[in-house]
């Protein structure tokens, strides 16, 4: 269900958005010893998939930002847990096949004058020919998904990562 590069998609997004999205959830967790072992067991266990995680360490905590392949199943997890965290969305782009793609996508969303607040690639590649990709949060979602999509890029949901 991926934009761009021809695909069709079926229906936009699960959530009723006009744009596709990829849901990540921002674990905190406390600076110690084992927590983060302690998060991933809680998914390994499961058939939910780590597809992307990332750790931002604070003075008091850790921000554990995670995209599972299962969102749904991720959020009961976490609840299950008695976690504390949060929701937010994502663009996930195709790396393109070219000597510099991050560059191709920096320039781009420059060009639209869109920020990137941060980044990270997936841990997985993605479909069936495994393609590599960059997690994104930005400034303009909906500006960014046109922007890329209009520029050939392709865009990833949910769906992809999950089939």
């Not at 996508?105 to 607040?117: D, F, G, R, S, Y």
Request: negative net charge.
């Amino acid at each position: 269900m991926s934009f761009g590069d021809g695909a069709v998609l079926d229906d936009l997004t699960a959530r009723g958005r006009d744009w596709p999205s990829v849901r990540q959830y921002n674990v905190f967790l406390a600076n110690r010893m084992g927590a983060l072992l302690d998060l991933v067991r809680r998914f390994e266990t499961t058939d939910v998939k780590l597809v992307a995680l990332t750790v931002v360490e604070t003075a008091d905590c850790a921000i554990i930002r995670l995209v599972p392949s299962n969102p749904e199943r991720a959020y009961e997890i976490l609840k299950h847990a008695k976690l504390p965290f949060t929701e937010s969305d994502l663009l996930v782009v195709k790396l393109p096949d070219n000597d510099q793609p991050l560059l191709s996508i920096c320039k781009a969303l420059l060009a639209a004058e869109i920020n990137i607040h941060y980044a990270y690639p997936l841990m997985i590649g993605i479909g069936p020919l495994g393609h590599t990709a960059l997690a994104m949060h930005v400034e303009d979602h909906e500006t960014a998904v046109n922007t890329l999509t209009t520029q050939g890029f392709t865009i990833f949901t949910e769906d992809d990562l999950n089939g």
